[in-house]
Structure formats: structure tokens, C-alpha cells
């Protein structure tokens, strides 16, 4: 990750320059949060988005914590829900990711409702996340979200996902990883309780 500490001075530097620059913040709070310092990028990301309210990365990022209990806050699903909101209205892919997931089981409030889950995941897929096509092959395989069943389309999506997993991709291979055991949980086809991997924090 490299050297943390010297990227961690460095932005701290630079709010103290200007207190409104929203991406010092933002860096900042990934810095702290690569050293586990939990609280402390809450605390940053806070401020991204309160000096730039349409600051998506951050605003991903903090719907992560709410929904994972991180930084010292309470698992809330809710206020996860409304800053993915945030985020997906600005084509942030993650959260269209998660909030397809959040759709898909009912989460933060939610009605379960697969027709949006599936919108979200494609929206999700059309940008490039390797999680969101193989939640969507799963759907066109199993006839979910008032999909026909359609298991050359899942062999295509989960294909592409190998293919770039074969080429390198890390994100790719984390996404089959992911999902592997994921699928392997799996009790039967009815089981509420099975959900897809989320999303991770932005970088």
C-alpha cells in the first residue's frame, strides 16, 4: 500500500492549505482506514462530503460503514441505503452494485423487489463490475427479476468475468472468488437468507 504514513502527512498538509478540498479528505480517510484506523476515516470521509455534498466516492464509502458497524457506528442499513442513494444517482458503479443487493433482499427498509435489483445490477455490469455480472448471470440462469430463464446469457456473463479473471484482473478474480463461496452456501434455491458478497470500499 505504500508508505501510508508519508501519504497520511502528506494530506493532512494539504487541508491544512485548504480545509475545503474535498479529495484530501477523501485520501485521507482511505489512508486511515488501510491502517485501521476506523474512526478516523469516518471522520474523513465526513468531511469530504461536507465540503463537497456530491462527493460520490466518499459518499459510497460511508454507506459501507453504516451498513458493515465500522468506525464505531451501529449497523444501519437505512442510513447505508440513503448515501448509496447518493453515490448512484452520480453513476457511482459499486453502489448501483449494492443497492441492487439491498433491493434483491429487502434491506434498510426495502420491499424485497427483484425487477430493481436486476435494473441496478445491469447498470452496475454496463460499467464493469465483475460482481454485478455474475449476480446477473445467476438471475438469467434462475429466472429471477421477471427474466425469462436464459442459461446461454449466464454462461456468456460468467465468462466474461473468467476471461478478464484469466487476463489478470484482480477485481475479476476477487468477484469468482467471491461468488465461489458464496454458491457454495448456498442451502436451495428459496434460502432468504443467502446474499451476494457487497461491494468493498473505494480506493
Known amino acids: ?37 476506523l474512526q478516523g476515516a469516518l471522520a474523513a470521509y465526513r468531511a469530504a462530503v461536507a465540503a463537497d455534498s456530491g462527493h460520490a466516492k466518499a459518499q459510497y464509502n460511508l454507506g459501507v ?12 442499513h437505512a442510513k447505508a441505503l440513503g448515501w448509496y442513494r447518493k453515490a448512484a444517482a452520480q453513476d457511482h458503479a459499486a453502489a448501483q452494485y449494492n443497492l441492487g443487493a439491498m ?12 425487477a430493481k435489483a436486476l435494473g441496478w445490477f445491469r447498470k452496475a455490469a454496463a460499467q464493469g463490475v465483475h460482481a454485478a455480472r455474475r449476480m446477473l448471470a445467476r438471475m438469467h440462469e434462475r429466472g429471477e427479476g421477471g427474466l425469462a430463464e436464459d442459461p446461454a446469457e449466464g454462461a456468456r456473463l460468467r465468462g466474461l468475468v473468467r476471461e478478464a479473471a484469466d487476463a489478470g484482473d484482480a477485481k475479476a478474480r476477487a468477484a469468482l472468488e467471491a461468488f465461489a463461496a458464496f454458491e457454495a452456501t448456498l442451502k436451495d434455491d428459496d434460502d432468504e437468507d443467502d446474499e451476494p458478497p457487497p461491494a468493498a470500499k473505494t480506493c
Do not use: K, T
Request: net charge negative; glycine share 18%.
Open 1 to 37: 500500500m505504500g508508505d501510508l504514513a508519508g501519504a497520511e502527512a502528506s494530506f493532512r498538509a494539504a487541508i491544512a492549505a485548504d480545509p475545503g478540498y474535498a479529495n484530501a479528505h477523501f485520501n485521507l480517510g482511505n489512508a486511515l482506514a488501510a491502517r485501521g484506523e
Open 65 to 76: 460503514m453504516h451498513a458493515n458497524g465500522e468506525g464505531g457506528l451501529a449497523v444501519d
Open 103 to 114: 433491493h434483491q433482499h429487502g434491506r434498510g427498509g426495502l420491499a424485497v423487489d427483484e
